[in-house]
């Protein structure tokens, strides 16, 4: 088995996706902070996954962000008319607990 990391790729850095938000209660676009991506092969197949902190460009609260694909788990793009291989994010997002 072959693995990479490579920790802040610059293409990904800034990156915005539309996530859910805690703290605003609305889908919102949040700003890729800081990101990992592992990647590992065996033989012909392959998996990545994607961990990613993430920033709502509304409110500013930091979460996190979780992502994976592999090759034995394939979706069908009838746009394209092909298999590809899928997504499957994760956010995490932690509330506050205030200690008096």
């Not at 962000?65 to 979706?75: A, G, P």
């Amino acid at each position: 088995m072959s693995r990479k990391r490579t920790i802040n790729i610059a293409q990904h850095l800034q990156r915005i996706h539309r996530l859910p938000c805690a703290e605003c209660d609305n889908t919102t676009r949040h700003e890729v902070l800081a990101c990992v991506d592992d990647e590992h092969r065996v033989e012909d197949m392959f998996g990545s996954e994607e961990y990613e902190i993430v920033a709502c460009l509304g409110c500013e609260k930091v979460s996190f962000r979780q992502s994976w694909q592999s090759s034995e788990h394939l979706e069908y793009d009838y746009e394209e008319g092909l298999e590809v291989t899928a997504e499957h994010p994760e956010l995490f997002q932690r509330e506050l607990a205030w200690i008096i």
